[in-house]
């Protein structure tokens, strides 16, 4: 090659990383407040609150969107986080608890500057329940079918004035609203009707304290602060969401100053980063649970000693301090941590492996027996799964783990366990205590519901069905806690294992972050040094 | 030369297609049925089989790979499952972030790997070779996983000299200078291995051509070294040198792959990661199906340069020997 | 017979004038013992938490420390030798034979069925390596039976190539042109002629690329597409200790350290092998 060939070559190069480079560059940030960078562990879905699942995602739809109500995410110390006017600036509850009359907050505008009413209102519920709306959306309707199977009629009653009548009185329903899969939150009909239902769930336009600016997925979600929200403005300038699905990656990246917030640090690695400077926060009261569901189909499983038995066998305090690092405590109850109804330190049995065995015996199985448990491939949950499988087998049960990939196992979960396999396991849980009911009702079962273990008990069904009917929390609490004492302490239908506080790294320079009984958190009250 | 190019582009017709046909059944070795996740929880048959019709898995699988061809030919790559947007705007952006690491790599492989073989060649069997050959064999063989992470234990946690992720600042970052700043450490990483084969096959081909006759003769006339070096060796060793360093971008294609998920690099590489994390079977076809594309278009620009650089070559496809 | 058995003698000979080629096999047998003996050698069982989580080297009782899992790291990569080793080979081993047979056929029997086999090998060829096999891995469920699989088809175009152009050679060379006049059929051909004339260089690019697979393969591993935890392999050792590199990285380091030897003996052993069964550098 000569001389001038290579020089022209090299040329050429440099011309060709230079157009590459200006074409990587991105805007400056100077406006006041900062920017927020939160290392997530992975992808979130697309953004439409109403076909939206999963709880990274939740985040992002509650800093952009907002519904009637929303939960109240500003005191970290609340056992159970209370609503609080949004859409709605003030609602009414009939005597039977049966009709709910929303006055609509006066200039609330989304971020595409159309304005909020009651026909906006009526116009997004008609999108996830009414099927003969011309803009009816059948996912959104399937997503949201757990909370519009409560409603029966959506009336506009006045310009800033929408009724919304239930099919019977359920004090929790409200709330419901604000869980987890499927929020109904107002999103701008001018938006939707503009970009059709695919677009919109990648470009969403809401009324929230943060508005989406820009998405380049597995790499950002950058949303920025809403000048004209109707309440506070948010303190920080920008928010952004960054995919670091690597572990190693996202704790490099705190450490280099480039984030922000990471969650799911190593549990080894926190002492280390308090330390060093960092914050880390948990969550005592986060409503989730991990739980493992016995089958009611598997003859083994029918027998209440067995199922008694592994709940004594299983060595929770191992996992939570030995494994966790004191991030989870242990749990026995189905009530969710983060709701009014919840028992601190519920505990029928205690850690007994020499008990079991001998229960184990007198059920008829002196030498042990073979079990089938299902477990998902899903971060780090096979490390607590086989603590459990050593505990099993010290009493003589051998737990074979059939690990399944995610995706593959939630199709597999939703159908419910069939009759061979004896247990399966989930981590989850909502805000209020109706979660309880969806696990175990009898009508719960699949493909009604998540009740996968076919657990059944008409008496905690009667309990559950007056706990809705209550209007003092306290009453449905101890309602709940009844049937709560029959599911667990009687029939041992579950075995529940611990609550995961889900530790947050926070960079020092972060303040008021708070850490709410809830899945989410509230990005508008954070502000940086 | 235009004859040969014009020849080599008919034989890559079927191979295209073959690679079409591999990246499509890819699809159907996935277990899982996404549209369980995709309609919900609640979601009743009716709405998962609308799902169903709509990414067209309803279809025979040879009517769905002519399909699938020939919305591919008009450059619609599907849409993305987890992400529901078109692969083709998922996929590009982040090949072109590839190219610029893997590019710049592949430059700094060849000239690190060119200056130490000739560095080592120069003086045989001495103890600076040995040391040079030494340290090329042992990083020329470290996993390019781990190499990345030492270095960045190094450079980035225990110096903090350089960015630990991503390409550009993402609070607010940019340029050409900040990209630079975060290409350093990817670029150490992914450049190690092929610069030590580079540098391997430097030195042996230069040693090759100086133990010939010509440069003996060369030599015992008292011509200087590094005249010799240059003026015979250098250009006699470089067809085979070409054809490894052509080699070494595919291998780069690969090793990329481990560099961008250490680094957050967001480059085809990452994508492709976290695709196959969340079963995202037309993204990972799609980022497949460009990173085969870019490998062989590389094989024949290197098939094209060494026909340049050997008339040999451009002869025997000439006589038609394939 | 007696004349293949002093070429061998001879190569061994100039094998064996080899030190790093020699040192290499001592050290790659010592390798193989320990993996094959690790149930009885291994001071520890390999999942068992037996030491402080992250213990250094040299705390009681571990001698290379613990890992995240307080598991002892010595014991484990005795035992995740058996997985390198069944990565880096059984692959090789598998596509080599694989690639044999398809790659004497197309170079022998020539023709169409060549051109078939021949497209087929340049369309596998079409995929980088490490890209083809992660993706395969991928979309499969992960196991070591998955990672043998996708190593495998990924590494085949490779032998193939080499084996078909070897034939081609051999076929056109006037001893075996005498043998097919003199009435020789095709399968003793390829089993008198061709077959010992494609066992060096075959041998030799299977050694190199044993080391090379062996990285692949933990590559996967590290990604979470091969080996899964809590068995113990090289690769997922270096992924599981990344989240404590600051503060141990010991356990990122030892397994790291161990890859890239084995790896390097294996291609000193396939230089080696070259030098030894090339006659021309034989000489030297």
Known sequence: MSKLKFKRLLGAVAIAGSLAFAGGAATEVKAEGGTFVWGMSSEMSILDPHVACGWLTTNAIHSI??????????????????????????????????????????????????????????????????????????????????????????????PMSVKITLNETNYEWLQMGVVACGMPMIASPTAIQEMGNEQFALTPVGTGPFKFIEREQN?????????????????????????????????????AGEVS????????????LKNEGFTVTINENIPSIWLLFFNHKNPIMQDVRVRKA???????????????????????????????????????VKYDPEGAKALLAEAGYPDGLDLDFDIYEYGYNEVWEK??????????VNAKLNKIEWITYMGKFLKGMPEELHMNEIGWGWTIPFWTQVMTRCDYHPPNGFNVGWYCNPEVDKLFDEAVKQKDKAKAAALYQQANDIIIGQDFGYAVKFTYKNPLVLSPSVKHFVNPPANWYDFSIIELE | MLRFIAGRLVLTIPVLFGVSVIVFLLAHLAPGDVTTILAGPFATEVVKEKLRISFGLDQALPVQYIKWLGHILQGDFGTSIANRRDVADLVFPKFVNTAILALSSALLAYIIGF?????????????????????????????????????????????????????????????????FLHLIQPMLTTAAAPACIVARIVRASMLEILSQNYVRVARAKGIRRSLILRRHALRNALPPIVTICGLQLGYLLGGVLFVEVIFAWPGIGNQLWQAIQARDIPTIQGATLVIALAFVVVNLAVDAINAYLDPKIRASERAGAS | MRFHLRILKLAWYAYAKDNAALGALIFLAIIVLISLLAPLISPYDPAAAVADIAAQPGSEGVILGADVDGRDILSRLFWGGRIALLVGIAPTVAATLFSLVLGLAAGYIGGWFDQIVMRIVDVVFAFPLVLL???????????????????????????ARLVRTTTMNV???????????????????????????????????????????????????????????????WGIMVAEGRGVLRKAPHITIFPGVVIVLVALSFNFIGDGLRDALDPRRRSR
Do not use: C
């Not at chain 1, 950058?222 to 704790?251: C, H, S």
């Not at chain 3, 993706?135 to 032998?159: D, N, Q, R």
């Not at chain 3, 062996?214 to 990604?223: A, P, R």
């Open chain 1, 219 to 255: 790499i950002k979600l950058v949303m920025d602060r809403n000048e004209d929200y109707w309440g506070e403005n948010a303190k920080i300038e920008r928010l952004i969401f960054q995919p670091l699905p690597d572990q190693a990656t996202r704790l490099n990246a705190i450490r």
């Open chain 1, 310 to 348: 592994i709940n004594m066998a299983i060595d929770r305090d191992a996992i939570a301090d030995g494994i966790l690092k004191g991030t989870g405590r242990p749990e026995m109850g189905m009530l969710s941590p983060g709701t009014y109804a919840y028992k601190p330190g519920y505990a029928p």
């Open chain 1, 65 to 158: 969107f907002e519904g009637l109500v929303m939960l109240d995410l500003s005191d970290p110390d609340a056992k159970s986080a209370p609503l609080k006017p949004a859409i709605a600036k003030s609602w009414e509850v009939n005597e039977d608890g049966t009709v709910y009359t929303f006055a609509i907050r006066e200039n609330v505008r989304f971020h595409d500057g159309t304005a909020v009413d009651a026909d906006v209102v009526k116009w997004n519920y008609d999108r996830f329940m009414d099927s003969g709306a011309e803009h009816a959306f059948d996912q959104a309707q399937a997503y949201l079918g757990y909370y519009t199977r409560w409603i029966k009629s959506v009336e506009v009653t006045g």
């Open chain 2, 115 to 179: 200056f130490a073989g000739i560095f080592a060649a120069a003086r045989p069997y001495s103890f600076s070779d040995r040391i040079v050959m030494g340290v090329t064999l042992m990083l020329g063989n470290a996993p390019p996983y781990w190499l990345g992470l030492l270095i960045v234990l190094l450079i980035s946690l225990n110096w903090r000299l350089l960015p630990a992720t991503g390409m550009t600042n993402i609070m607010g970052g940019g340029g050409a200078w900040d990209v």
């Open chain 3, 133 to 159: 096999a992660i993706v395969i891995a991928g979309v499969l469920e992960p196991g070591v039976w998955t990672v043998i699989l996708a190593i495998s088809i990924a590494l085949m175009p490779y032998i």
């Open chain 1, 261 to 272: 917030m990471i969650m799911e640090a190593p549990w080894e690695e926190l002492e280390n």
């Open chain 1, 387 to 396: 603590s459990i499988q050593r505990d099993l087998k010290k009493v003589g």
């Open chain 3, 171 to 233: 076929k056109q060379q006037p001893y075996v042109e005498a043998a097919r006049a003199g009435g020789a059929g095709g399968l003793a051909i390829v089993l008198r002629y061709i077959l010992p004339n494609m066992i060096p260089p075959v041998l030799i690019f299977a050694t190199t690329l044993i080391g090379l697979m062996m990285v692949v393969g933990s590559g996967l591993s590290f990604l979470g597409l091969g080996i899964q935890p809590p068995d113990a392999d």
